[in-house]
């Protein structure tokens, strides 16, 4: 939707006040993600109801289809309308088979499944980013344990701290949200795939077993709500935004902060000594 493209048109450097994409230019700016978790889902789909010989030729123009796309050979059509349609037809062209790819599937609860899939990785990203930092924040506090600096309260000099110390608040403060990311998570953790429209299907689909093989917690307890949540993202949303807007705020004004007065991290000409600096 608007929202993801909003996201990789920022990526790759596009102003959204900037003169709009074509179709086909939008399209394309989605990335191999959504593509990616696209062919996931659908292969995802193939288990039930279908023969092994179905089945194989299936996923075997899936993987085709991926590849192309992974190569640039694959261009998506706004006549299609979206990747969905896109996949479909062009698995038509690559099997006789691929027809039977929208069997006991709706493209609602396909495009719930992609939306999850795509959050799921990119709430893993920033957790795996944020572990990173608190790493190297880490390797910092450890390296630099015996240095001295100022403590800012109110914008004035307060007490010496250690700068190891100052570092691992930040660590801290990171843990919090990656906790935030990972709670949010938790809530969207279930398969929707096997919700179809909004009140699932009477054809013997297995959505518990899809939900397992996409790595989900479980399959959805309730369909209409299965298709219909978003709340998920907000969440997703809310703690990105403490960690780009709060957390790394405050990071960039501790930092810039003592260096707007004449005063220095000790360990070379110069010591703090409570609201004071003096020379050694």
Known sequence: GLAGTLVALVRQGHSPMTPPLGAQEILAERGRLDFAVECLGERAS????????EATAIV???????????????????????????????????TPHGAKLHTGRSRNDQVALDLRLWVRVENDRMIREIRQVQGALVTIATKHKSVLMPGITHLQHAQPVHFAHAMLGYHDMLERDARRFADAWGRADVSPLGACALAGTSLPIEPDAVANELGFSGMFPNSIDAVGARGFCVEVVAAWADDEA??????????AEPMRAVHHIAGGAYVVDGKHVRAR
């Open 46 to 53: 193939t288990h039930a109801l279908l023969s092994k010989e």
């Open 60 to 94: 075997k123009g899936l993987e085709q289809i991926l590849e192309a796309w992974d190569q640039g050979k694959f261009t998506l059509d706004p006549a299609y309308e979206d990747v969905h349609m896109n996949v479909e037809h062009r698995l038509g062209e690559l």
């Open 246 to 255: 709060v957390a790394k705020g405050r990071w960039r004004e501790d930092l």
